[in-house]
């Protein structure tokens, strides 16, 4: 899987990943569609927010969208196929 990773202000790179197996309680998504929000914009620009300082490369595009390819063995009423949107804050 690809993703762009923040190195240091105004300086990202896009990376390839291992793909990632899905705990019990997780879905696995193939992201179809990122938005990039203030907040990726200010990292790259600043490399903070705040108090929050980038020290480590960081993966930017957080508002997401796509579709479950995979589901842990607790997932109830989700399935691969199905599309959703996510919110990795919570």
Known sequence: MRAAVLTDPEEF???E????EP???EVLVKIR???ICGSDVHYYE?????????????????ESAGEIVETGANVN???????VTL???V
Do not use: Y
């Open 46 to 62: 600043h490399g903070r927010i705040g108090d929050f300082v980038v020290e480590n490369p960081l993966v930017l595009g957080h």
């Open 17 to 20: 990943r291992e793909r990632p």
């Open 87 to 89: 919110e990795p804050g």
């Open 33 to 35: 569609n990122v938005g």
């Open 23 to 25: 705990d019990a309680d």
């Open 13 to 15: 790179e896009i990376e």
């Open 77 to 83: 009423g989700f399935e691969a196929g199905d599309r």
